[in-house]
Nanobody, 121 residues
Framework: QVQLVESGGGLVQAGGSLRLSCAAS????????MGWFRQAPGKERELVAGFSSDGSTKYADSVKDRFTISRDNTMNTVYLQMNSLKPEDTAVYYCHADGSDYNYGLVLDYWGQGTQVIVSS
């Protein structure tokens, strides 16, 4: 059974830092695209940062130079280091893994349960 379990969320003052972790289990994720999304109340879920399957990274413009995504393939874990947090970063943060291969009709798409991040002003 595939599971993505996030941790590390919480309440922090503006300017502070948090480190989110996503522990993946149930299969090997080294070839998967993996990343972090977030959803604020009344807004759509958006990509924050992610690794493509080729290892390249993508960041939302709003978090560039403040957030850093990393992964430990031996531990099947993805991290999101968040620095200089702003109130607008307040959201539920979700871990996502995608190993889909449409050439073979494979849809392998997984989400964690989310972890709340609240940044107070």
């Amino acid at each position: 059974q595939v599971q993505l379990v996030e941790s590390g969320g919480g309440l922090v003052q503006a300017g502070g830092s948090l480190r989110l972790s996503c522990a993946a289990s149930g299969r090997t994720f080294s070839s998967y695209a993996m990343g972090w999304f977030r959803q604020a109340p009344g807004k759509e879920r958006e990509l924050v940062a992610g690794f493509s399957s080729d290892g390249s990274t993508k960041y939302a413009d709003s978090v560039k130079d403040r957030f850093t995504i990393s992964r430990d393939n031996t531990m099947n874990t993805v991290y999101l280091q968040m620095n200089s947090l702003k109130p607008e970063d307040t959201a539920v943060y979700y871990c996502h893994a995608d190993g889909s291969d449409y050439n073979y009709g494979l849809v392998l798409d997984y989400w964690g349960q989310g972890t709340q991040v609240i940044v107070s002003s």
